[in-house]
C-alpha cells in the first residue's frame, strides 16, 4: 500500500505556473503507475496526466496538452506536474493517484490510491 501527498497548489494569475509534488510513502512510486486528475464543484473528475512507471510514456489531456508536463523521480518517491500557462479553467482540486497494474488509463476508476488533493485556483 502506498500513501500519497500532494503539495504546491495555491492562487496565482492566469498565465502563471505552478509545480505540483505528490510525495509517495510506505511503498516505492517506482512499482505504479502515476497520474494526476482534477475535479471541480459539481464536476466529475477528470483525467489531467499519466507516466508510466519509468517515466518513458507521458499521456495528457487535450486541454493541457502542450502546457503541462507529468515527470517522476523514483529515487526520491516523488510525481511532478509542472503547470505552465494556466488559465481560470484549471482551477479545481488536483489529486495524485497510484494504479498498481502499470497500464496507464485516463479513468479514475482504475487508479487504486489516491491523495487528499491540494488546491489550485487561476484568476483572471
Known amino acids: 500500500q502506498v500513501q500519497l501527498v500532494e503539495s504546491g497548489g495555491g492562487l496565482v494569475q492566469a498565465g502563471g505556473s505552478l509545480r505540483l509534488s505528490c510525495a509517495a510513502s510506505g511503498r516505492t512510486v517506482s512499482s505504479y503507475v502515476m497520474a494526476w486528475f482534477r475535479q471541480c464543484p459539481g464536476k466529475e473528475r477528470e483525467f489531467v496526466a499519466t507516466i508510466t512507471r519509468s517515466g518513458g510514456t507521458t499521456n495528457f489531456a487535450d486541454s493541457v496538452k502542450g502546457r503541462f508536463t507529468i515527470s517522476r523521480d523514483n529515487t526520491k518517491n516523488t510525481v511532478y506536474l509542472q503547470m505552465n500557462s494556466l488559465k481560470p479553467e484549471d482551477t479545481a482540486v488536483y489529486y495524485c493517484?497510484?494504479?498498481?497494474?502499470?497500464?496507464?488509463?485516463?479513468?479514475?476508476?482504475?487508479?487504486?490510491?489516491w491523495g487528499q488533493g491540494t488546491q489550485v485556483t487561476v484568476s483572471s
Open positions: 493517484a497510484a494504479d498498481r497494474s502499470g497500464v496507464p488509463s485516463m479513468v479514475s476508476a482504475f487508479y487504486d490510491y
